[in-house]
């Protein structure tokens, strides 16, 4: 069953801890991004990442930290950095033929408390 | 002035009839554009995505892309509770991967 994973469902995290976020997919795309949603605002981008071990600044990336290790598998860490980070985080990859064409995870809640 | 512009709604149609989603864009150079849906507390779905000038037609659904004018518009036909969700318009401004995002517009399809 082919598709994109995102775990935990439900985050939630004290102030100054540094939390990891999982994207995984096995469509056999190469690219992969990181949003996050507020309410009443866009999309905002992240991260993205066209290759393997390669990645790159979206617009709001301070605070935040990805790796990209395996084709299949985009972390997020946010960081105690990251001053607000309440948010409904969103994992995407792009399709090979268009990588701008992209497909959402389930999406993780991150709760501050 | 934001990249993409949507009116954030609520729009309200009856059941059965059309409804008309609109999105205009600022970057003449944009080469893509798609349509999501999004239901509250989920994550988006991708529904429609148009590349050239005109009309793109897929079973209820309606793209329509006028880069002269910079919108593209999202009909829906014989509308449905089920299509109560909020719909963004997202662009692809430079021809890379990056997409654009608008804040999305609230449809409410009324019985």
């Known amino acids: 069953d082919g598709g994109i994973t995102q775990s935990p469902k439900y985050l939630f995290r004290k102030e100054g801890q540094n939390v990891t976020l999982s994207c995984e997919q096995n469509?056999?795309?190469?690219?992969m991004y990181w949003y996050r949603q507020d309410p009443g605002q866009g999309l905002r981008l992240i991260y993205y990442?066209?290759?393997?071990?390669?990645?790159q600044k979206g617009d709001i990336a301070e605070g935040y930290s990805v790796s990209r290790e395996k084709k299949e598998s985009f972390p997020l860490t946010v960081t105690s950095a990251q001053k607000n980070p309440t948010a409904f985080y969103l994992c995407?990859?792009?399709?090979?033929?268009?990588?701008?064409?992209?497909?959402f995870g389930p999406g993780t809640r991150l709760t501050v408390l | 002035q934001k990249e993409v512009e949507q009116n954030s709604g609520p729009l309200s149609v009856p059941e059965g009839a059309i409804a008309s989603l609109n999105c205009t864009y600022s970057?003449?150079?944009?080469?893509?554009f798609f349509w999501y849906r999004q239901y509250s507390g989920k994550s988006p779905e991708l529904i429609m995505f148009?590349?050239?000038?005109g009309d793109k037609e897929d079973g209820r659904f309606t793209a329509q892309l006028n880069k002269a004018s910079q919108y593209v518009s999202l009909l829906i036909r014989d509308s449905q509770p089920s299509d109560s969700a909020t719909y963004l318009c997202?662009?692809?401004?430079?021809?890379?991967?990056?997409?654009?995002f608008g804040t999305g517009t609230q449809l409410k399809v009324e019985l």
């Open positions: 995407a990859s792009g399709t090979q033929l268009r990588t701008d064409t992209q497909y």
């Open positions: 469509l056999n795309h190469d690219a």
């Open positions: 990442s066209q290759i393997v071990n390669d990645f």
């Open positions: 970057d003449r150079g944009s080469q893509s």
């Open positions: 148009i590349y050239s000038n």
């Open positions: 997202a662009v692809n401004p430079g021809g890379g991967n990056k997409l654009t």
